[in-house]
Nanobody, 123 residues
Framework: QVQLVESGGGLVQAGDSLRLSCAVS????????MAWLRQYPGKEREFVAS????????WYADSVKGRFTMSRDNPKNTVYLQMDSLKPEDTALYYC????????????????WGQGTQVTVSS
């Protein structure tokens, strides 16, 4: 069983930065591609960023490209989302997720989710 716990959300002003963390249980974390998604009230979750199992490749939604950076620290079983130049439209509930497939570049059919961490950006 894979468990994910997000942290680092909060209330900030436009232009500020935040770093989200996602701690993942399980010995095989280093084999999983990981992703961050976000959800606006009443909307479906949308892709934000992902990182390959080995940390070599990353992908970003166009809306966050150049402002957000996803990384992973395999010895710490943790992935991060560094969010810079935050905008009010970044306000959402952010989730960490994986499909649990080993040695893939991009997670597809997300099977494991964290509980989410709220990010609120005031104008």
């Amino acid at each position: 069983q894979v468990q994910l716990v997000e942290s680092g959300g909060g209330l900030v002003q436009a232009g500020d930065s935040l770093r989200l963390s996602c701690a993942v249980s399980g010995r095989t974390f280093s084999r999983y591609a990981m992703a961050w998604l976000r959800q606006y009230p009443g909307k479906e979750r949308e892709f934000v960023a992902s990182v390959s199992w080995n940390g070599v490749n990353t992908w970003y939604a166009d809306s966050v490209k150049g402002r957000f950076t996803m990384s992973r620290d395999n010895p710490k079983n943790t992935v991060y989302l560094q969010m810079d130049s935050l905008k009010p439209e970044d306000t959402a509930l952010y989730y960490c997720a994986t499909d649990g497939a080993e040695f893939t570049d991009r997670p597809r059919n997300f099977k494991y989710w964290g509980q989410g961490t709220q990010v609120t950006v005031s104008s």
